[in-house]
Structures are given as C-alpha cells and as structure tokens.
C-alpha cells in the first residue's frame, strides 16, 4: 500500500479524503466528487473545477511524480485540509 505524507513542523500530515456521498463537496474537472483531490499549480490553483479527484493512493502517487507542479490537499491539525506542492512523501522517498 501507498504511504504519502507532508511534515510539517515535526508534525505527519496524511492525505485528506473528501467522501464521495457528501453532495456539498465540489466536483473536479471530470465532474467526479470524492476521494484525494490533487490540484495543479498556479492561477486557480485552489477551484475544485481544476483537480482531480482519485480513489487511491496509487493512484495520487503516480499522478504526483508524472505531474511535480501540482500538489494534494492534506489535514492539518486545526482547521481545514491544506494543499501543499513541496515536501511530499511517497513511501518513503521525497517525490
């Protein structure tokens, strides 16, 4: 199984799941709701309508190497999920 993760201030933050039945999540570029939101980097970087949402991990890691200018949404600790576009882990090895 695919392990990805950001520290952040000595801190392991995990990908961030959106549930596929919640109908107050936004749908990404291909109308998809649900799972890893991946988001590319720059101008509207933050619109769902610009991700791309992915049911596994696998997945997330492949899209991540092929594509280093975007990043993931992840839980922070208190507040909402972040994304982030540097540092990410995958199994193990800075991406």
Do not use: Q
Request: proline share 8%; hydrophobic share 35%; charged share 25%.
């Amino acid at each position: 199984m695919t392990k990805i993760y950001v520290e952040l201030n000595g801190v392991v933050l995990e990908p961030h799941w959106y549930d596929p039945n919640n109908k107050a999540t936004k749908p990404d570029r291909f109308g998809k709701r649900g799972g890893y939101r991946v988001h590319p980097a720059g101008d509207g970087h933050n619109e769902s309508a610009n991700a791309v949402f992915y049911r596994s991990l696998e997945d997330v890691a492949e899209h991540l190497k092929a594509c280093p200018d975007w990043g993931l949404r992840f839980k922070t600790p208190a507040g909402p999920a972040n994304i982030f576009y540097e540092d990410i882990i995958i199994d193990g090895k800075p991406r």
